[in-house]
C-alpha cells in the first residue's frame, strides 16, 4: 500500500509539472473546449437515462484534465472491440517483419527506472507522427495498421528483456485506449491496471485504459514482444478526435 500511494504521489507531482508547463490559459481553454465538444454525449446519455458523473477513480490520472461523459474502465473486455480479431488473424505475417525489426528498436518513450533491464520499441507512430522508414520496412504490418481504427498516438513492437519492468505511469488522455498483441516471449509477462491484472499471452490480445496508472514486469525468461495499438474511446465524437489529435501531438 505505501508503494502504491508513493508512485500516485509520484505521477501527481508529474502531472502537475506537465500541467504546470502546459500553462493556466491552454489547460482553460482544454477544459472548456472539450465540455462544449462533450455536450452531444451528454445530452444524448441524458436521454437514455445513462449516468455520466465524473470519475472517481483515485487511479485514473491521465495528464491533462478527463474528459466529460466518457465511460471509464481500467481493463476493457476485448469482445468489445471486434476489430482486433484482424489482429490476431494477422500473427503470422507481424511476427514476420518483427523479425527484420529486431535490430532497429530504440529506447521506448517510458523507459524503467526500477532496474537496467530496457524497455524498447520500434515506433510506427509516435504522438500523431508517423515513422514513415519503419512503416515501409514493413509493408504488411503497416497495411494492417492503416485498417485499423488507430489514433496515430503510441503505435509500435513494444520489447521488454527478461526481469524487466515498467515502472507505474499514465498516458495523456481519458480518450485513448490501448490494445496489445501478444506476439512472442509473453509466458511471465502481466500487465496492472488501477490494480487490475492481466497476463499477456502469444496470440491473444489485452485491451485496457492507459489514463489510468499502469505498469508492467516480464519475470519470463525470453524476450517479450508486443504490437502496441493507441485507438479512439469508443464514445467520442467525431469533433473531439480532431480537437485531441491536434492536442497530442503538442504533449511532452
Given at each position: 500500500m505505501e508503494e502504491t500511494e508513493r508512485w500516485?504521489?509520484?505521477?501527481?507531482?508529474?502531472?502537475?509539472?506537465?500541467?504546470?508547463?502546459?500553462?493556466?490559459?491552454r489547460l482553460t481553454l482544454f477544459r472548456?473546449?472539450?465540455?462544449?465538444?462533450?455536450?452531444?454525449?451528454?445530452?444524448?446519455?441524458?436521454?437514455?437515462?445513462?449516468?455520466?458523473?465524473?470519475?472517481?477513480?483515485?487511479?485514473?490520472?491521465?495528464?491533462?484534465?478527463?474528459?466529460?461523459?466518457?465511460?471509464?474502465?481500467?481493463?476493457?473486455?476485448?469482445?468489445?472491440?471486434?476489430?482486433?480479431?484482424?489482429l490476431?488473424?494477422?500473427?503470422?505475417?507481424?511476427?514476420?517483419?518483427?523479425?527484420?525489426a529486431q535490430r532497429s528498436f530504440v529506447l521506448a518513450r517510458y523507459d524503467s527506472d526500477l532496474n537496467p533491464k530496457r524497455w524498447t520499441a520500434y515506433y510506427f507512430y509516435l504522438l500523431g507522427r508517423p515513422n514513415r522508414k519503419h512503416l515501409a520496412a514493413c509493408?504488411?504490418?503497416?497495411?494492417?495498421?492503416?485498417?485499423?481504427?488507430?489514433?496515430?498516438?503510441?503505435?509500435c513492437f513494444s520489447a521488454i528483456e527478461?526481469?524487466?519492468?515498467?515502472?507505474?505511469?499514465?498516458?495523456?488522455?481519458?480518450g485513448?485506449?490501448?490494445?496489445?498483441?501478444?506476439?512472442?516471449g509473453c509466458a511471465g509477462a502481466r500487465v496492472w491496471v488501477a490494480g487490475e491484472l492481466a497476463e499477456y499471452r502469444d496470440g491473444e490480445v489485452v485491451v485496457f485504459d492507459d489514463s489510468f496508472v499502469h505498469w508492467v514486469e516480464h519475470t519470463g525468461a525470453q524476450m517479450r514482444y508486443t504490437l502496441m495499438v493507441t485507438f479512439w474511446h469508443p464514445e467520442l465524437t467525431w469533433?473531439?478526435?480532431?480537437?485531441?489529435?491536434?492536442?497530442?501531438?503538442?504533449?511532452?
Open positions: 500516485l504521489t509520484t505521477i501527481r507531482e508529474e502531472n502537475a509539472a506537465f500541467r504546470a508547463k502546459t500553462g493556466a490559459i472548456v473546449i472539450s465540455c462544449l465538444l462533450a455536450i452531444p454525449r451528454l445530452l444524448s446519455k441524458a436521454v437514455r437515462g445513462e449516468g455520466w458523473a465524473p470519475s472517481r477513480h483515485d487511479h485514473q490520472l491521465p495528464w491533462l484534465p478527463l474528459l466529460p461523459g466518457l465511460k471509464a474502465m481500467p481493463m476493457r473486455d476485448v469482445q468489445d472491440h471486434p476489430w482486433t480479431q484482424g490476431r488473424q494477422a500473427l503470422p505475417d507481424i511476427k514476420e517483419e518483427l523479425a527484420e509493408p504488411r504490418t503497416a497495411e494492417l495498421l492503416r485498417q485499423l481504427p488507430h489514433n496515430s498516438f503510441h503505435v527478461p526481469g524487466g519492468s515498467l515502472h507505474p505511469h499514465s498516458g495523456p488522455i481519458n485513448s485506449l490501448v490494445a496489445h498483441l501478444g506476439l512472442e469533433l473531439e478526435r480532431l480537437f485531441l489529435k491536434q492536442v497530442v501531438r503538442t504533449a511532452r
